[in-house]
């Protein structure tokens, strides 16, 4: 193991740091207005943003200083207890309901959300497990079949919740980090078969996600249903031009675009700060998710590196698939953009998750 750093990645804190200040500059701007019209109070929504926030990087800092190698005994407890949470959310007068997905725990308006911590506990088993048995992984049976199993048993719990953004985000971390780990291109390629056909069957088992691929295809068939969203978000990106309308300006946030806090606060960005905005929040998730694969790479401990793809890979497919989805590029899945969107559960577990990182940076070459 190469020799502790004296300081973690310094251009991986700024990004994040920025980042974040982007997102509650933004929470603030895009929530605004229906905070007022539900609450009276324009600022509910940023004040528990910032709350969170605060919790996130005190999270981050206590991470971020404690030896990666901790994390490796604790990662089958911590698969184990987040499996115990999965299943409680489910109980009928437990779980609560949001969104239409039974997904969250909690009291009124303060909650956690079980699914979103399991992300990093799975990364974390499989970093573990895939560490201990390297010269297994090009096994089927041996190296890649135990942990898909448990892969696949977590992505069933999120998915009775229902959660497809949050399990698709799940499972693209993990096997991201599988490949990495050594997995033959044509076992992976066959999951992949195996994974589409089971995506197809999970989309004509509820009508609600097959209007999505319609509204996808085409939303302007059902502008006032599957597709509505869809529009509003392009009716916001399109007038922003170059330089935006200005921060606060956006007129999509005036009930036009729903929950424009969370997964379509890209659009509201896009709307006020225009392409420069856009393209500068995009340059560092760039900045952040390059740093975090170069810590990997330069990586020499298995454990360490796998973990380092893992969380990096985390960021990576939520970053693309809520990018692709409010420009029109995907069906809308309901992910997130991270350190962004408005939410307390991943704006916690996201911090927390890169305070490990970048106690991961402190040992790359």
């Not at 701007?29 to 004040?47: I, L, P, Q």
């Not at 066959?190 to 085409?218: C, E, H, K, N, S």
């Not at 502008?223 to 309308?245: D, H």
Request: proline letters at 4%.
């Amino acid at each position: 193991m190469a020799k502790s750093r004296s300081v973690p990645d310094v251009w991986m804190i700024a990004a994040t740091l920025g980042i974040l200040a982007i997102g509650v500059v933004m929470v603030y701007s895009a929530s605004a207005v229906a905070a007022f019209h539900d609450y009276g109070d324009s600022y509910y929504y940023v004040k528990r943003q910032l709350l969170f926030a605060v919790l996130g990087i005190a999270s981050m800092f206590v991470t971020m200083n404690v030896e990666y190698t901790f994390w490796r005994k604790w990662a089958v407890p911590a698969l184990l207890i987040c499996f115990g949470l999965l299943v409680i959310v489910l109980v009928p007068g437990v779980g609560v309901v949001r969104g239409g997905a039974r997904s969250w725990l909690g009291i009124g308006s303060f909650g956690i959300q079980p699914s979103e911590f399991m992300k990093l506990a799975m990364i974390l088993f499989i970093s573990k497990l895939l560490s201990e048995r390297q010269n297994q992984i090009t096994d089927f049976t041996k190296g890649l079949l135990p942990p898909l199993g448990i892969l696949g048993a977590a992505f069933a719990l999120i998915m009775l919740q229902p959660d497809l953004g949050t399990g698709t985000v799940m499972i693209g971390a993990a096997l991201l980090a599988i490949y990495v780990a050594g997995a033959r291109l044509s076992h992976l390629a066959g999951l992949a078969m195996i994974g589409v056909a089971g995506l197809v069957g999970l989309i004509l088992a509820a009508p609600y996600r097959l209007q999505r691929i319609t509204a996808f295809l085409d939303p302007w068939q059902d502008p006032q249903g599957a597709g509505y969203q869809s529009i509003q978000s392009l009716y916001a990106i399109g007038p922003g031009g170059l330089v935006g309308l200005g921060l606060g300006m956006s007129r999509q946030k005036y009930n036009y675009l729903p929950e424009p806090q969370t997964d379509f606060i890209f659009s509201i960005l896009a709307e006020e700060l225009g392409f420069i905005g856009g393209s500068l929040l995009i340059l560092l998730f760039l900045l952040l998710i390059w740093r975090g694969m170069r810590t990997a790479i330069t990586l020499t401990d298995p454990f360490g590196s796998l973990l380092a793809t893992g969380i990096v890979g985390i960021f990576a497919v939520q970053v693309l698939i809520n990018i692709g989805v409010v420009i029109g590029l995907l069906p809308i899945t309901g992910v997130t953009l991270p350190l962004v969107s408005y939410g307390g559960s991943s704006l916690t577990l996201l911090l927390t998750a890169l305070g490990i990182l970048l106690n991961l940076s402190r040992y790359s070459r």
